[in-house]
C-alpha cells in the first residue's frame, strides 16, 4: 500500500551554509492522523539523512482528494 501519493510545491531555502525544505505531501486516504505524522517525520528524517545541508524539513500533510 503506498502511503505517499505526491509531494509537491517543493521550496528550498539557503539559511548560512544550510538548506531548508518546504513541501507538501497527498497521502492515501485510509491512512489515519497518527499515520500521516509517522510518515511525515520519517521523509523529514530521511531528506536529511541523505542531504547533509539540510537542516530543517517542513512536510505540509494535504487531504486526499
Same mark, same amino acid.
Given at each position: *500500500?503506498?502511503? %505517499?501519493?505526491?509531494? !509537491?510545491? $517543493? ?5 548560512? $551554509?544550510?538548506? &531548508? %525544505? &518546504?513541501? !507538501? ?6 491512512? +489515519? %492522523? /497518527? =499515520? $500521516?505524522?509517522? #510518515? +511525515?517525520?520519517?521523509? *523529514? +528524517?530521511?531528506?536529511? *539523512? /541523505?542531504?547533509? =545541508? #539540510?537542516?530543517? %524539513?517542513? $512536510?505540509? @500533510? =494535504?487531504? &486526499? @482528494?
Amino acid at each position: *500500500e503506498t502511503k %505517499v501519493k505526491d509531494c !509537491h510545491h $517543493v521550496i528550498i531555502r539557503k539559511t548560512g $551554509v544550510k538548506f &531548508s %525544505v &518546504s513541501l !507538501h505531501c497527498t497521502f492515501n486516504e485510509t491512512l +489515519s %492522523v /497518527r =499515520e $500521516v505524522q509517522k #510518515v +511525515s517525520e520519517q521523509i *523529514e +528524517s530521511r531528506i536529511k *539523512e /541523505r542531504i547533509r =545541508e #539540510v537542516e530543517s %524539513v517542513l $512536510v505540509h @500533510a =494535504e487531504p &486526499s @482528494a
